[in-house]
């Protein structure tokens, strides 16, 4: 299995080859660092936690910037259930690389908040009839139960917050990655707003860029060219004839 974080961008349309337009919606994914890696134990599973959205330091709070030391500030940590723990580090980096073009991937995110909403935007209700002596009820919800339970079942669709939940899109397409500018375009509408965060789930093998290593500096010696004899007696001469 294979994932990565992703920021909501902005939702556009491209060409397929065939000339047909396709609406996609263009996240911009990773790069994203492992932060820590679970080995499972004791009948728990072993998990890949992954930053995402780098911030400046100061906005990080005392545990978490302990739990980041030496890696990048991150805002976004989100654990990752794998069943076998690659050649992978802490402080490698999970690139768009890591998906191709016609991957077949689910999309995770939180959907947006529309507030306190009725039964018929909510659930989708009908509504009552607009005539024949109707007048304040065309919304209303109607009955609740069942007159001789004496309760209201638990379930009930009724009218209340909408809005603001996880939402998971499956069978989704990947229609292009761009690398350079670590950007997926992924077919259809993806939950949330702009800027909100995704995580892209699809099935293959994770790849994973490893961890650069820090150069020693190279220290410059200066070498001094020791004088000849015959530049010696030169030197000589010169100064006997200034005196």
Do not use: Y
């Not at 294979?2 to 609406?23: A, N």
């Not at 728990?44 to 980041?68: D, I, M």
């Not at 020693?216 to 010169?238: D, Y």
Request: aromatic share 4%.
């Amino acid at each position: 299995m294979k994932f990565i974080l992703g920021k909501k961008i902005c939702m556009t349309q491209v060409f397929s080859p065939t000339g047909e337009v396709v609406p996609v919606t263009k996240v911009q994914a990773g790069p994203c660092q492992i932060t820590q890696i679970k080995i499972g134990g004791n009948k728990q599973q072993s998990a890949v936690q992954l930053g995402f959205n780098e911030v400046k330091a100061f906005r990080l709070k005392k545990p978490q910037a302990g739990h980041l030391k030496d890696l990048r500030p991150v805002r976004v940590l989100h654990d990752f259930s794998v069943d076998k723990i690659g050649d992978w580090q802490r402080g490698d980096d999970v690139t768009v690389s890591t998906f191709d073009v016609g991957d077949v991937v689910e999309v995770i995110g939180i959907s947006k908040g529309k507030g306190f909403a009725g039964v018929v935007k909510r659930h989708h209700f009908a509504g009552g009839p607009a005539s024949h002596g109707h007048k304040d009820n065309l919304r209303a919800p109607g009955s609740i139960g069942a007159g001789g339970v004496q309760r209201v079942f638990k379930g009930m669709r009724m009218a209340g917050r909408m809005g603001g939940q996880q939402v998971t899109v499956k069978n989704l397409e990947i229609v292009q990655v761009n690398p350079s500018e670590n950007e997926i375009l992924v077919k259809g509408a993806l939950p949330g707003g702009r800027n909100a965060t995704v995580i892209i789930i699809g099935p293959g093998e994770l790849k994973v860029e490893k961890k650069n290593s820090v150069e020693t500096p190279v220290t410059e010696t200066l070498v001094t060219e020791t004088p000849t004899a015959e530049e010696i007696k030169v030197e000589e001469n010169t100064e006997n004839k200034d005196n």
